[in-house]
């Protein structure tokens, strides 16, 4: 009987382990230390695709998926005046950010450009570079 009652503790102490283990674990999204920054940078292109015009994007929406299970943006920002955005305050893991580009061939008239980041340390901004869009 004492054994019983001892194995039965033991499980319900290790069970209580696992939870609050697995309650503290962090994933995905704010709360974090951690910033992913970059640039937009736009091109357009006349009906010939000749190159007529280039510029940092201003103003233009930027959007995070936090991990890479949704479909649907976590969080968004615009870009400054030089066409630079940061997300600040993440947790480490992976995330999704997109920005929209003008599609002649899309039904809807634009098309997301999708980059895949990770953050895999604390207190550290990941620079994705420079994205570039078409208008």
């Given at each position: 009987m004492k054994m019983i009652k001892r194995t039965l503790q033991f499980s319900l102490a290790f069970a209580g382990?696992?939870?609050?283990?697995?309650s503290c674990s962090k994933v995905e999204g704010p709360g974090?230390?951690?910033?992913?920054?970059?640039?937009?940078?736009v091109e357009v292109y006349d009906v010939?695709?000749?190159?007529?015009?280039?510029?940092?994007?201003?103003?233009?929406?930027?959007?995070?998926i936090y991990g890479?299970?949704?479909t649907f943006y976590d969080d968004d920002v615009k870009t400054s005046f030089d066409g630079t955005?940061?997300?600040?305050?993440?947790?480490?893991?992976?995330?999704?950010?997109f920005v929209y580009q003008d599609c002649n061939s899309c039904a809807s008239g634009k098309e997301a450009v999708i980059v895949n980041?990770?953050?895999?340390?604390?207190?550290?901004?990941t620079d994705?570079?420079?994205?570039?869009?078409?208008?």
């Open positions: 382990v696992l939870f609050l283990l697995q974090g230390s951690s910033t992913i920054s970059g640039k937009i940078h010939a695709g000749n190159l007529i015009n280039e510029y940092d994007a201003q103003d233009e929406d930027v959007y995070l890479n299970e949704g955005f940061e997300f600040r305050y993440l947790q480490k893991g992976n995330y999704q950010l980041v990770e953050i895999t340390d604390n207190k550290t901004t994705i570079g420079t994205i570039t869009i078409i208008d």
